[in-house]
């Protein structure tokens, strides 16, 4: 009797790990198509007021960056995208439309590829790009564009995060589902405990370096995908949620910088830290391909020339006393420490 009570539960506890491993994947499908709807409406309307913006030039030309930066200035390297060594080592292919299934598309462009089409594979994501597309949209002038689009060169990034640590519980899911026997009935329990236990202690090691730990802890545990993230992908979650966090502020400075109704002085602080946060925007997009290819030590001088932006913008609005001020100055102290953890993450990350 004891014997199939034990059998029973265990099967009942394989079943509900299965379902929890489908749960999370749907979750996170319906996640990505929305903030790809978002985005795409985002991108319309930015341009929309990017254009209102300038059409109200004849307040005289906008300073780059206003003088409320008291701090350091720190020199960034020429955004020119990945190093050419670097795209060199990513694996190449000549695509053969016979051996897919289903045809393969860019990441970059979104167009299927064609037979005898050269292209490039992301080793970990297993995404593809055309050779040179992936460069090229790289190369572009971010400024020109709206800060929301960066987001689409994100996306390919935010799939592996969010799909493959569900996927890599599904699969442990449906290993656990094998015949079990009286002997092994207690494996799963013990082997959830262990990895709760490994996932705590890694996200810990990542926190260490962090300037506000409790905060780190918060970030990393609100993100199911650091269940199964190693130290890189939790440097990855980070950077994400200074990316999301970014792109939405820089969305409702647009906004604000609408209102036609807005005294001199804040309009011109808004267009100084619109500027900043599209830098800002950029400049984690850029954290993030370093971070692709191994090197930490550009990742923390993007990081670096991000917190040192939302300074000015910061600089800019202190002592403004009107509501647009004040909420402004809240989400540039939120960013901040999204982006100080990102870099503690990484400093971990270099030294480990």
């Known amino acids: ?107 970059v462009c979104l167009s299927e590829f064609v037979d005898e089409e050269l292209g490039r594979v992301l080793p970990n994501c297993n995404h593809c790009f055309h050779i040179g597309k992936r460069n090229k949209h790289q190369k572009k002038r971010k400024k020109e564009m709206s800060p929301t689009s960066g987001l689409f060169f994100l996306l390919p990034l935010t799939l592996c995060l969010s799909l493959h640590p569900h996927l890599t519980s599904a699969a442990t899911s449906n290993a656990a589902a094998a015949p079990t026997t009286l002997n092994n009935a207690a494996a799963p329990t ?20 962090s300037r ?13 995908g650091s269940k199964t993230a190693d130290l890189k992908g939790l440097a990855f979650i980070a950077l994400q949620a200074a990316s999301k966090n970014a792109t939405k502020t820089s969305v409702k400075i647009q906004l604000w910088l609408n209102d036609t109704e807005a005294e001199p002085a804040l309009d011109d602080a808004l267009s100084a830290c ?63 420490q999204l982006c100080n953890t990102a870099l503690g993450i990484v400093r971990v990350l270099a030294h480990s």
């Not at 506890?13 to 978002?38: D, E, M, P, R, W």
């Open 1 to 107: 009797m004891d014997y199939n009570n034990s059998l029973t539960h265990s099967v009942s506890t394989n079943h509900h790990y299965a379902n929890n491993g489908k749960l999370l994947q749907i979750i996170s499908l319906f996640a990505l198509v929305a903030i790809c709807i978002l985005t795409a409406l985002f991108h319309s309307y930015a341009g929309w007021a990017r254009h209102r913006r300038d059409s109200r030039s004849h307040r005289g030309p906008r300073p780059d960056s206003l003088a409320f930066n008291s701090g350091p200035t720190i020199s960034t390297p020429a955004k020119e995208g990945l190093e050419r060594s670097v795209l060199d080592s990513i694996p190449t292919f000549s695509y053969d439309a016979a051996s897919h299934d289903t045809p393969a598309e860019c990441a």
């Open 190 to 209: 013990a082997l959830n405990n262990s990895t709760k236990n490994t996932t705590s202690n890694l996200i810990e090691k990542a926190c260490s370096g």
């Open 212 to 224: 506000n730990k409790a905060f780190c802890l918060s970030v990393l545990k609100s993100d199911p």
């Open 274 to 336: 619109d500027q900043a946060y599209i830098d800002v925007v950029d400049q984690i997009g850029d954290s993030v391909n370093a971070l692709v290819s191994g090197a930490n030590g550009d990742v923390q001088t993007w990081m670096k020339a991000a917190v040192a932006d939302i300074d000015t913008c910061n600089g800019g609005v202190k002592g403004l006393t009107v509501t647009h001020a004040v909420e402004l100055t809240k989400k540039n102290r939120a960013l901040r």
